[in-house]
């Protein structure tokens, strides 16, 4: 069974704070780990792309995969209004046939 | 200019119609696809494709059938359109297939085509 657990919020944290936002998963055969950003009426965006377990880092987004817990967070440092939307986790085994498994979004609202 | 584009983005039709979605890359991937987004935002694939291999999700009503002309356009055609039917529908590509590595690089999507049955 492919299923990805992602808490749908909202989570509201005011301007400046750092976000995190977290996945579990229970299918022990994904290897690639994204998380998208979709703003209302908008298509996902693709935000971090990583492979296996470690952290990814680029620019005020941190992406980090622990495989042993079937775990996935993003950080968001510094966080600004114009971040508010959902973020989608999404994963895939190694083969690209079966598409993406996403979560269920989070909806963050940061205050200015 | 927008790598993966949708049309139309809006489409309200009658029950039992028979509709299409048109969906274009210029990314030069060589993989495309079809997602369902419901009414609780939750999206899932609902049709893998490149130019060797069609991946269905099982879930997927026959009444929903993917053509593609050429390896730039992946159309999502829907017959007998039913209320349930109702969703955003998004396509989105990506370089890569199979196993390995370089395999399934990370999918882009379009902006969603809304649907509506009346």
């Known amino acids: 069974q492919k299923e990805v657990e992602q808490d749908p919020g909202p989570l509201s944290v005011p301007e400046g704070a750092i976000v995190s936002l977290n996945c579990t998963y229970s299918?022990?055969?994904?290897?690639?780990f994204m998380w998208y950003r979709q703003y209302s009426r908008k298509g996902p965006e693709l935000l971090m792309y990583?492979?296996?377990?470690g952290n990814k880092e680029d620019g005020r987004f941190t992406a980090q995969v622990d495989k042993s817990s079937k775990y996935i967070s993003l950080f968001i440092r510094d966080s600004q209004p114009s971040d508010s939307a959902t973020y989608l986790c999404?994963?895939?085994?190694?083969?690209?046939?079966?598409?993406?498994?996403f979560g269920k979004g989070t909806h963050l609202i940061i205050q200015p | 200019d927008t790598a993966v584009s949708q049309t139309p983005k809006y489409l309200v039709t009658q029950m039992g119609n028979d509709k299409s979605i048109k969906c274009e890359q210029n990314?030069?991937?060589?993989?495309m696809y079809w997602y369902k987004q419901d009414s609780k935002k939750f999206l899932k694939i609902m049709f893998s494709y490149n130019n060797k291999e069609l991946i269905i999700n099982e879930t997927v009503p026959n009444r929903f059938s993917p053509k593609s002309p050429d390896k730039a356009h992946l159309n999502l055609h829907i017959n007998s359109l039913e209320l349930g039917d109702s969703a955003v529908y998004f396509c989105?590509?990506?370089?890569?297939w199979g196993t390995g590595f370089h395999s399934n690089q990370p999918q882009h999507f379009g902006d969603g085509t809304r649907l509506s049955i009346l």
């Open positions: 999404a994963m895939v085994e190694g083969g690209g046939a079966d598409g993406l498994t």
């Open positions: 989105a590509s990506s370089q890569g």
């Open positions: 990314l030069g991937h060589d993989t």
């Open positions: 299918n022990s055969a994904f290897q690639y």
């Open positions: 990583t492979y296996s377990s």
